[in-house]
């Protein structure tokens, strides 16, 4: 039973609950030592030019396959990282990975293919943040113009002065930014007026709305497109699965798609083997 809060206040854990907290906490000791004993690796999901249908980016996902528990989603192991500081190093080592791997699968050097990496706010806080990226550019060779950093809604519209100041020193670098999961947040339009960014991602939600009986994620799409248009930004649609949701998002004027319809994301090796990747070497 665990004690929460100042005032007398005790709150009692049943069984489950605390198999739950022990399950999460043997996992979060595994990510630990997950780095060092190379359990993590990337994969690449293609983005595809709505007009051409050809690749134009990728964006590197991070894959986490452990000895005890097997593959665990990002989804449950990057908010174990942000909370326990984890994300920092293992936030890095994508970045180093992904420009690695991707100056091997983009050989030709093409600078108007991108590479896509997520960026959690925990790694915004790191005051060195935009020196560390810059060194990894370095490094690996990689020309920052076909880098693009992936922030969520929340981190752009941050009213943090340091954040946003890190953003931009990341920006000043040549390096791109896109806002991903675009329209969950409950950031207004306008707001991106104050914010330089290069793409919007509308959030999957809408586009798998697409075929709902509703009209409203449908609106919704449409008014993030005008928009995007008014502010000469990029419109890519992520999670799409289905022709419908293609042949919407064409039509009304999307830019990029990115889903499970043209590519689901795959290991560098793979990606080597694209027909697509054959015809810019
Ligand atoms: P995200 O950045 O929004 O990435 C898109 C997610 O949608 C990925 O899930 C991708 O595999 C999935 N997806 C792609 N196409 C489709 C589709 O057609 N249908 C459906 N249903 N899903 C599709 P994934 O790889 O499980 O990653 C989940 C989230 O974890 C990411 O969402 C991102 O927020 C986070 N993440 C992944 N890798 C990293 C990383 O290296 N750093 C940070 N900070 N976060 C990461
Ligand atoms: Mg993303
Ligand atoms: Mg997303
Ligand atoms: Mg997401």
Redesign the pocket.
Known sequence: EAKAGGKNQIIYCSPAMKEEATKKMKLTNSLYRALDKNELYLHY?PQVDVKTQKIIGF????RWNNGEYGMV???IF?PMAEQTGL?RPI?LW?IKTACKEFKEFNKSGNKSITLS????IEQLKDITIAEKISEILYATKMNPKNLQI?ITESIAFNEDYNILKRLKDIRNLGISVSI??FGKGYSSLNRLKTFSIDLLKID?DFVHGITSQSQKDRAIIKSIIQVAKNLNVKVLA????TEEQFTFLRDNGCDIV????FYK?MPASEIEKLDIMEAYR
Request: net charge negative; no cysteine.
């Open positions: 999901q964006e590197a996902l991070l989603s990002p989804n990057i994300i936030g994508v990496v997520n960026l959690s992936e991903d999961d999957m992520e999670g799409v699965e990115q889903g499970y319809y994301p």
